[in-house]
């Protein structure tokens, strides 16, 4: 029987891998339905080969111009729109399994809407979850989805857990979860340094190819405390029980210590068709494309404690998940916004985590968050502060 997909930001990093892994396996998965932002070139090729039911580009206008190519191609695929699109074609009844590979808030919804239509996801997406944490597991388990992490880090300690069922960490004898970091671009950059650096150099990662936020965020290491975030709740884990060891290799991809003793690691290459490959076939496995991992040519692994004077981004996100409440969505909306800033050569690669500081500092912490409604109202308010500040910058 084969698996009918939906994949949420095809035209992306983890989108284009997706498709990647299942051009290997036509037999056993069928792509029902893409979606994108604005890409309409991606998507309309991505359309010719895949020949999905749907389309959807979340912009309205993008969606007018892959309506009309489609049409001129005479493909029957049927576009659609918006949010409210991108939710449709993620709770379809004939779909079994949902990608989430959308960047950032913009995902939240979608990813919901697939939690409550009980889908198997495959969370790329970690934003969503950094935002409504309690409130999408509660979902997933309501709903009788099926949570399953794409991210590297995610999916390795995933493989390395006990057992899929028992998320009761404690009792499974876990000492600590060791999730691994490659350090990103400025791993050795002194201080200084750091303030002069160009969103060039910042999204040039040196082992894995990735979008731009990601990279940036890999940058400043707010990827790995948005990953500490991402873990405290996939796996009902405490924050000091997760420990963060810079491994510049990225071969191991992350890491479960018991208590007798035992230290259990996934290894392979870094690329991301491996945790994708593993998800979508889970608990099989399928070919995915990636190269064996040559243990003599890596040769040496080596492993670092994190600075987190040089990466004040990676005690903010340990910071907000202790403060509770409405804190992450805050730190998230204005890391988002701020990255967006330094990738438009609006502020320095530095300014970033003083601006999420100041958002924290400035958005009442203690606000109801227990529904959607009111995440995203927190949100707004984050981002509007945010944007003035950066505006007071200009
Ligand atoms: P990307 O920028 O390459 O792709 C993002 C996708 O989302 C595109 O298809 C884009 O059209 C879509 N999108 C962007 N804004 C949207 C909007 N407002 N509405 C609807 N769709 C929108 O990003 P990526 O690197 O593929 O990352 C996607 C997610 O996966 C992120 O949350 C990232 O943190 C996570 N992730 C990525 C990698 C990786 O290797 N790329 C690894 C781990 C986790
Ligand atoms: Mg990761």
């Known amino acids: 029987m084969s698996r009918v997909v939906t994949i949420l930001g095809s035209t992306g990093s983890i989108g284009k891998s997706t498709l990647d892994v299942i051009?290997?396996?036509?037999?056993?998965?069928?792509?029902?339905?893409?979606?994108?932002?604005?890409?309409?070139?991606?998507?309309a090729l991505q359309c010719q080969q895949w020949r999905p039911r749907y389309a959807v580009m979340c912009d309205e206008s993008a969606a007018q111009r892959l309506h009309d190519v489609l049409r001129q191609q005479g493909s029957d695929t049927q576009v659609l729109s918006g949010v409210q699109g991108l939710c449709q074609v993620a709770s379809l009844d004939d779909v079994d399994t949902v990608v989430a590979g959308i960047v950032g808030a913009a995902g939240l919804l979608p990813s919901l809407s697939a939690a409550k239509a009980g889908k198997r996801i495959l969370l790329a997406n970690?934003?969503?979850?950094?935002?409504?944490?309690?409130?999408?597991?509660?979902?997933?388990?309501?709903?009788?989805?099926?949570?399953?992490p794409?991210?590297?880090?995610?999916?390795?300690?995933?493989?390395?857990?006990?057992?899929?069922?028992?998320?009761?960490?404690?009792?499974?004898?876990?000492?600590?979860?060791?999730?691994?970091?490659?350090?990103?671009?400025?791993?050795t950059f002194t201080k200084e340094q750091l303030a002069m650096v160009t969103p060039k150099q910042a999204i040039n990662h040196p082992n894995?190819?990735?979008?731009?936020?990601?990279?940036?965020?890999?940058?400043?290491?707010?990827?790995?405390?948005?990953?500490?975030?991402?873990?405290?709740?996939?796996?009902?884990?405490?924050?000091d029980d997760i420990e963060v060891i810079v491994h510049p290799q990225s071969v191991i991809h992350s890491m479960v210590s018991y208590a007798d003793g035992s230290v259990l690691a996934q290894l392979g290459n870094p690329d991301m068709r491996t945790p994708i490959a593993h998800a979508l076939a889970f608990p099989d496995r399928i070919f995915s494309g990636v190269e064996p991992l040559d243990i003599f040519e890596v040769a040496k692994l080596e492993f670092e404690k994190p600075d987190f004077q040089r990466f004040p981004c990676l005690s903010l996100c340990y910071e907000a998940?202790?403060?509770?409440?409405?804190?992450?969505?805050?730190?998230?909306?204005?890391?988002?916004?701020a990255v967006a800033a330094f990738l438009d050569?609006?502020?320095?690669?530095?300014?970033?985590?003083?601006?999420?500081?100041?958002?924290?500092?400035?958005?009442?912490?203690?606000?109801d968050v227990s529904t959607i409604e009111h995440i995203l109202v927190v949100d707004h308010q984050a981002r509007d502060i945010v944007n003035q500040y950066i505006a007071r910058k200009q």
């Not at 609006?346 to 100041?358: G, H, P, R």
């Open 23 to 43: 051009s290997r396996h036509t037999e056993q998965y069928e792509v029902r339905a893409l979606t994108a932002n604005s890409d309409v070139d991606t998507m």
């Open 126 to 148: 970690k934003e969503a979850l950094v935002m409504s944490g309690q409130l999408f597991m509660d979902a997933v388990a309501k709903h009788h989805a099926e949570l399953l």
């Open 150 to 187: 794409v991210d590297s880090e995610h999916n390795a300690i995933f493989q390395c857990l006990p057992s899929v069922s028992d998320r009761a960490i404690n009792k499974s004898g876990i000492n600590k979860i060791l999730l691994t970091a490659s350090g990103g671009p400025f791993r």
């Open 208 to 239: 894995w190819d990735m979008g731009p936020k990601i990279s940036v965020d890999s940058a400043t290491m707010m990827n790995k405390g948005l990953e500490v975030i991402e873990a405290h709740w996939l796996f009902a884990v405490a924050v």
């Open 321 to 337: 998940i202790r403060m509770g409440g409405a804190a992450s969505i805050v730190l998230n909306a204005a890391n988002e916004i």
């Open 345 to 367: 050569n609006k502020i320095a690669y530095t300014d970033i985590s003083v601006l999420i500081e100041q958002t924290l500092e400035n958005v009442a912490i203690d606000q």
